[in-house]
């Protein structure tokens, strides 16, 4: 069945710091491709998605590739700021249509001033 | 600006004691999903509702019932709640089922502990 496998957390960085969090997915078909992000005390929200191979989407300064050759979407951001201390889910849905999202088990990170 | 609104954010309730969680949106969506997420682990989708068309988990136990009286209220009943059960549950919407073009929106979840 369809999975997603994210770095595990927790995950603590320095303010201003280069992020990298992984994501792999194991999907039948072509996967439209999301990252989620949870602040504390709220619902997730949908940071930025792909729907397709070598598109790139970005919202907020992060970054994420749709990779089908390596079967990957790192979110990626150039200098992290303490506001971006929250969890970060990676998501996938097989088929446009198809209403089901396959979460990660999400990754907490922590910008430390 | 509260788009997708759960209540109560905080629930305890007694091992078997039905329980029923609720959810509302202000965003007129026809679509409504319920997540349960359990520590540490990734949401998963329990049901949907498009419009007044139930769509149920293959693998989501007979325990979990799910109404939606019309278009902006939708509520989870937990007809016999087990320790297993205690998760965080999570409600969101969307405008259609096209993932790949829509957005769901989440509210803040409602946590439930079972004694």
């Known amino acids: 069945g369809d999975s997603v496998t994210q770095m595990e957390g927790p995950v603590t960085l320095s303010e201003e710091a280069f992020l990298t969090i992984n994501c792999t997915y194991t999907?039948?078909?072509?996967?439209?491709l999301f990252w989620y992000v949870q602040y504390p005390g709220e619902g997730l929200q949908l940071l930025l998605k792909a729907t397709k191979a070598d598109d790139k989407g970005s919202n907020k300064g992060f970054e994420a590739t749709y990779r089908k050759e390596t079967t990957s979407f790192h979110l990626e951001k150039g200098s992290v700021q303490v506001s971006d201390s929250a969890v970060y889910f990676c998501a996938l849905s097989t088929s446009f249509g198809n209403e089901k999202l396959t979460f990660g088990t999400g990754t907490r990170l922590t910008i430390i001033p | 600006d509260a788009m997708v609104i759960q209540n109560p954010r905080y629930q305890v309730t007694q091992f078997g004691k039905p329980v029923t969680l609720s959810c509302s949106q202000t965003l007129n969506h026809n679509v409504m999903y319920w997540y349960q997420q359990k520590s540490s682990q990734a949401p998963k989708l329990l049901f949907h509702?498009?419009?007044?068309?139930?769509?149920n988990e293959a693998d989501t136990p007979d325990n979990f019932q799910s109404r939606r009286p019309n278009t902006s209220f939708c509520f989870l009943d937990i007809r016999s709640p087990g320790l297993g059960d205690a998760a965080m549950y999570l409600c969101?919407?969307?405008?259609?089922?096209?993932?790949?073009?829509?957005?769901?929106?989440f509210g803040p979840g409602t946590r439930l502990l079972v004694l």
């Open positions: 509702y498009y419009d007044k068309d139930f769509n």
């Open positions: 969101a919407t969307s405008r259609s089922p096209g993932l790949a073009l829509e957005t769901q929106y």
């Open positions: 999907a039948t078909g072509y996967p439209s």
